[in-house]
T-cell receptor
Framework: GAVVSQHPSRVICKSGTSVKIECRSLDFQATTMFWYRQFPKQSLMLMATSNEGSKATYEQGVEKDKFLINHASLTLSTLTVTSAHPEDSSFYIC?????????FGQGTRLTVV | AQTVTQSQPEMSVQEAETVTLSCTYDTSESDYYLFWYKQPPSRQMILVIRQEAYKQQNATENRFSVNFQKAAKSFSLKISDSQLGDAAMYFCAYSTFFGNEKLTFGTGTRLTIIP
């Protein structure tokens, strides 16, 4: 089956620094990828839709200057959390769809100290 | 906007018994997809079952089956012969019929299996 790989799985960074998370579709091309955020014991909330070769579409309330998304190729989307603060600590998950199915990365646990 | 509601934050079931998780949704579309995903402690999202709205027949995958009531906008998941490995968070999700659309998730149900 199709696989989506997300890296890193865990990252700890200092407040004020930036962190980049990668999401790759390993055996199919994904013109669209999705970035979700999940707080403990809560559901997945869509942050943004990443479109290959064009600007990402952000959900209401998500700061696009803070969460930079780049989708430079058909197999790679990146999410950069800029000037991270402790409140950005969360679990981030990427997803890509192939036809009717959605495939998810393993997720990234970000801790900002 | 589409919404997905899971009214059971937590459920528990005795091992080998059957449990049903509830999900309702709201949409004005006639064609769409519905999904049940399992999220174990590893937090990897695992597809349990998928239903296309245009199909009247309820989807089944081994011990997992759904009761899809389109008019009532209800999509429940039945787990038969519950196993310890079924313990996880279960999320109901909706997507429009177009292949590149986002998934909208419910709030989840935490399923505990009692040995």
């Amino acid at each position: 089956g199709a696989v989506v790989s997300q890296h890193p799985s865990r990252v700890i960074c200092k407040s004020g620094t930036s962190v980049k998370i990668e999401c790759r579709s390993l055996d199919f091309q994904a013109t669209t990828m999705f970035w979700y955020r999940q707080f403990p014991k809560q559901s997945l909330m869509l942050m943004a839709t990443s479109n290959e070769g064009s600007k990402a579409t952000y959900e209401q309330g998500v700061e696009k200057d803070k969460f930079l998304i780049n989708h430079a190729s058909l197999t790679l989307s990146t999410l950069t959390v800029t000037s991270a603060h402790p409140e950005d600590s969360s679990f981030y998950i990427c997803s890509a769809r192939r036809q009717s199915e959605a495939f998810f990365g393993q997720g990234t646990r970000l801790t900002v100290v | 906007a589409q919404t997905v509601t899971q009214s059971q934050p937590e459920m528990s079931v005795q091992e080998a018994e059957t449990v049903t998780l509830s999900c309702t949704y709201d949409t004005s579309e006639s064609d769409y997809y519905l999904f049940w995903y399992k999220q174990p402690p590893s937090r990897q999202m695992i597809l349990v079952i998928r239903q296309e709205a245009y199909k009247q027949q309820n989807a089944t995958e081994n011990r997992f089956s759904v009761n899809f009531q389109k008019a009532a906008k209800s999509f429940s998941l039945k787990i038969s012969d519950s196993q310890l490995g079924d313990a996880a968070m279960y999320f109901c999700a909706y997507s429009t019929f177009f292949g590149n659309e986002k998934l909208t998730f419910g709030t989840g149900t935490r399923l505990t299996i009692i040995p």
